[in-house]
């Protein structure tokens, strides 16, 4: 069974669980996997994500999500779930996304962890043609789970 392992430093307080569990099941379905995935996700607040982007992008701001993936997942073939990574969360800065993009809150959190696990599974968007993969990765996702851009 996937697993989301959940901690929350942030004043946020968390309502999409169901969906992130959901997100976690469709992503072994769209990324083709042959097992059950686990994720760490941690809330944070927007100082120390800024902190955070600081230290590990060398960009000086306020970034919605950062993406750790485990280097070895070939270390962990042998068990059902396969741990992928970590995958850290401004919900401050994901409110704010959401209203400048006139999205709904729920649609901009799905999308922004959606988007955290295709990182953690080795997709980027470094170039057009990378960012094209990625997105409709990501865009399948939040249609087979019917979360528009107005939900």
Known sequence: MN????K???FHKFKFLTEFKNILDEAIKEFNLDKFIEVDLLFVVAPKMKKLNKLYRNKNYVTDVLSFPFESNL????????PLGQIIISPWKIKKQAKNLNHSIKREFCY???HGIAHLLGYDHQTEEEAKIMNEHVENIMRKMNITRSK
Request: cysteine-free; glycine content about 0%; charged content about 15%.
């Open 112 to 114: 922004i962890f959606t």
């Open 3 to 6: 697993n989301l392992v959940f």
């Open 8 to 10: 929350n430093e942030s």
């Open 75 to 82: 270390e962990f073939s042998f068990l059902d779930t396969i």
